[in-house]
Nanobody
Framework: QVQLVESGGGLVQPGGSLRLSCAAS??????????MGWFRQPPGKQRELVAS???????SYVDSVKGRFIISRESAKNTVYLQMNSLKPEDSAVYYC????????????WGQGTQVTVSS
């Protein structure tokens, strides 16, 4: 299985920036088999996919974060990042990193979640 360890959550002011990191272990030898993603779950709402990245670098974003968030991965460190800029209160949520095999439809392995709060 894949183990995911997140870091970087916290409290920021509107308009500020934050970078989330997720270190993945247990898949370095077969790195090209996995896609990575970031999800978030605001209070009282369902969890949604925010951004994803494939092993070849292709990215996708939910409309609400396009132009503000950037997902990237660093294969040497086996780490995926979510750079969040121009943060809004609506971005406040528990953020999760996740991974899946390239040929599957769903993300199967999840991090513990990290709280992001955007508030004055």
């Amino acid at each position: 299985q894949v183990q995911l360890v997140e870091s970087g959550g916290g409290l920021v002011q509107p308009g500020g920036s934050l970078r989330l990191s997720c270190a993945a272990s247990g898949m370095t030898i077969i790195y090209n088999l996995y896609d990575m993603g970031w999800f978030r779950q605001p209070p009282g709402k369902q969890r949604e996919l925010v951004a994803s990245i494939t092993s070849d670098g292709s990215t996708s974003y939910v409309d609400s974060v396009k132009g503000r968030f950037i997902i990237s991965r660093e294969s040497a460190k086996n780490t995926v990042y979510l750079q969040m800029n121009s943060l809004k209160p609506e971005d406040s949520a528990v953020y999760y990193c996740a991974t899946k095999l390239r040929w599957t439809a769903t993300f199967n392995d999840w991090g513990q979640g990290t709280q992001v709060t955007v508030s004055s």
